[in-house]
């Protein structure tokens, strides 16, 4: 026989038990670009990108960016070491191209996502969010990006890729630009003064 006893239900009041009824509720879902209080942010990653010297801020939370399951090996390794001036302030600063400083918030999109989420990528950051993947150790962003780029690189664009790659030193880019160039007769000629 079950027991009617009338235990109250839930009704997300906070002051009932002693909070500020102003107060926010925890967010539904973890992200980088809420505001940095109410998701609980523990580290910070200034950007700045090295052409135009302009600066952004993000808010991120250790156990994504540096243990989650599209993680990166590079926070891992600063959030493993409290030696780092970085772990002190909880700051981390970057120096980026302009167009990896562009495409960081992709990647960080990436790493926040869920397993089915593919990466957001266009052809004028494919090579920039590569680079990213490269230097941070995010392996699954890096077989996403080449995914798309293997499927986008065509003799319309083969001049985008081969300048960003030119800029980021990816001579695994820059070969395959310059046979799909040579496939459909673009001329080394022509590229040479793309890229000037």
Sequence with gaps: MERTIDLGSYDG?????????????????LTWNRDPIAS???WTI??????SKKTKTYHVHKCVVGAGPRSSQYFFKLFSTSQMEECQTCTSKLDLEENAAVAFPRMLDFMYASKEVEVQVKTETAVALRHLANYFGVPTLFESVKKFI?????????HIYLKEAQQYHDQSIIKATIAIAGNHG??????????K
Excluded at 13 to 29: Q, R, T, W
Excluded at 187 to 193: C, D, G
């Design 13 to 29: 009041d906070l002051a009932n038990n002693g909070g500020d009824k102003g107060e926010k509720s925890p967010p539904k879902e």
């Design 40 to 42: 609980l942010s523990d």
């Design 46 to 51: 200034v950007v700045t990108s090295n052409e």
């Design 150 to 158: 293997r499927q986008d690189i065509d003799r319309f664009n083969v």
């Design 186 to 195: 673009v001329t080394y000629y022509f590229l040479k003064m793309v890229l």
